[in-house]
């Protein structure tokens, strides 16, 4: 493995960071405090290339390949979990569609969401559970030339926001997970509603929403790929966004450790700044060694991800390590702030409501325990 970084990921790195640092981060407090979707970073992100810069450039992409997108997670997440969360969420819209789609749906659909003029949402978990997926019950009835959907997905990022919902669904209840299909539904297709906005303990500016379908009528033209191969496809989409989820973790863990280390440089106690303490050192060591290890690790499973084929195990194992570390790391940034570290003037104490969801979404860190000790198995 080559741990050398080429030109564009360096451009691309210091290019989204300063963007990051300037446009994203001096929002995120009061995204946070609104409960506030940001329209204009949807804007401003398509305009920089980033929903699509690890799609091919005959779609609209930059063609980058998934370190780079890696790479650009990570720097968008470390000024603004939240848009990180928005981000994650457009790119398992959209490799619904890279994955299976037709020539004529890629360009229809695809290349608008690569350019930034589509937001895209994935629909698949439901209020009965996300991992469970075969309990799914939403249900998509052939009708003539259309698909008629009736049920209920929940914990949608994106939700209303999005123009495009990658939704799966039950063609064949009898089938279980082989009676699964995707589809593509457009926003303001009738029969699509949306419930209240959740309420979220952090990550508060990417809003998830219920997404209701009540008789919503779609062309048979909008099925992905052929009906009963939803379950496959959703779970080489979530493999694939497990690697977006541990960016988010880098970015996360780097934002924290970045606070912590200029807190302790700045904060004085018995006469000298705290990071004079050999104490206090050891906390940021222990941080950036778990840090170097996270950010490692998802970019060798960013690197399998291109060579195409199932990367289950490496993406378990990159969100499992990266969730976990960003865990200790965010909660020693507090530690070392002190009281200050629970104040919401200081960005930590954000980093630790945000912090939470990522041993949760895209699968808890037990289900990547229970997908990684399966390959060990087998």
Known sequence: ????????QISIRSMVHEYAKNVLAPRAKELDEKNAFPL????????????????PEEFGGVGADSITEAIAVEEITYGCAATGSILTAHYLGVDGLFLAGSVEQKKEYLTPGCKGEKLFAFGLTEPIGGTDVGSMKTTAVKDGDDYVLNGMKHFITNGKYADIIVVYAKTDTSKGNKGISAFIVENGTEGLSFGVGDD?????????????FENCRIPKENLLGEEGDGFKLAMQVVDRGRIGIAAMAVGLS???????VQ?????????NPIAEYQGLQWMMAEMKADLEVSRMYTYYAASLKDNGGRISQEAAIAKLITSEASQRIVHKAVQIHGGYGYMKEFPVERYYRDQRILEIFEGTSQIQKIVIASHLLK
């Open 254 to 260: 780097q934002a924290a450790l970045d606070a912590a």
């Open 200 to 212: 979220k303990m952090g990550i508060r500016g990417a809003t998830t929403d219920e997404v209701i």
């Open 40 to 55: 204009e970073h949807i804007k401003s992100m398509g305009e920089l290339g980033l929903l699509g810069i690890a799609y």
């Open 1 to 8: 493995m080559n741990f050398g970084y080429t030109e564009e």
């Open 263 to 271: 807190y302790a440089k700045e904060r004085p106690a018995f006469g």
